[in-house]
C-alpha cells in the first residue's frame, strides 16, 4: 500500500476508482468533483467509452472514505452495480477535476 505521512499526522493515499452501472449522464462526474473539494481530495474523473466512470483520487484516509461510500450510491439518478478500487502511487494533483 502507497502512503505517506500528511502534515496533520494521517495517512495519504491514492486510489484508481472504476464505477460501472447507470453511472453516465446522471451528473456522476459532476457530483464526484463537488464531494471531492468538499473533502479535500485532489484527483480527477472522467467517463469511459465502456460506460463506466474513472477517478483518481488521493488524501487523507477519512476523506477517501467519505468519498469511497459516495462512489458507491452517486447522485440520485445514478444505479451503482459496482465499485472497483486499485491502489496507486502517491501523485500530485492541483484540486479536482473533471477530464474529457
Known amino acids: 500500500m502507497t502512503q505517506s505521512q500528511n502534515s496533520n499526522g494521517s495517512k495519504d493515499t491514492c486510489l484508481r476508482v472504476l464505477v460501472s452501472g447507470r453511472v453516465q449522464g446522471v451528473g456522476y462526474r459532476y457530483g464526484t468533483r463537488e ?39 452517486g447522485p440520485p439518478a445514478a444505479k451503482v452495480t459496482a465499485v472497483e478500487t486499485e491502489q496507486r502511487p502517491l501523485q500530485s494533483f492541483e484540486g479536482f477535476e473533471i477530464r474529457r
Open 35 to 73: 464531494k471531492a473539494i468538499a473533502l479535500g481530495i485532489v484527483g480527477w474523473v472522467r467517463n469511459l467509452p465502456d460506460g463506466r466512470v474513472e477517478a483518481m483520487i488521493s488524501g487523507a484516509a477519512m476523506p477517501i472514505d467519505s468519498i469511497m461510500k459516495w462512489f458507491y450510491n
